[in-house]
């Protein structure tokens, strides 16, 4: 079984930063593919950002240059930064995890990011 639970949402003006993160239980090393994702209102939800299970980021378009994933086994949390904030980056971001061998997938309850003047 595992658990995520994402902090660090809030309001940011245009061009500035967030961090999010998000506290993983559950022995994911290895076993999981990590990832971010989010749905603006009246859209999808879409991939932000991955990581595998050996550790390498893979980013969407938008999120390319803008925003950076870090993993921290150790403290079992995983963390996007974003920068360069726009306001169509306003959404609600989930945490995901996948399992790699049974494909079974948990999710947080999402944090909303708002970027607002």
């Known amino acids: 079984q595992v658990q995520l639970v994402e902090s660090g949402g809030g309001v940011v003006q245009p061009g500035g930063s967030l961090s999010l993160s998000c506290a993983v239980a559950?022995?994911?090393?290895?076993?999981?593919?990590m990832g971010w994702y989010r749905q603006a209102p009246g859209k999808e939800r879409e991939l932000v950002a991955s990581v595998s299970a050996l550790g390498q980021p893979s980013y969407a378009d938008f999120a390319k240059n803008r925003f950076s994933l870090s993993s921290d086994y150790a403290k079992n949390t995983l963390t996007l930064r974003m920068n360069s904030l726009k306001p169509s980056d306003t959404a609600v971001y989930y945490c995901?995890?996948?399992?790699?061998?049974?494909?079974?997938?948990?999710w947080g309850k999402g944090v909303l990011v708002t970027v607002s003047s």
């Open positions: 995901n995890g996948r399992a790699i061998l049974s494909a079974m997938e948990y």
């Open positions: 559950g022995n994911i090393r290895g076993r999981f593919v």
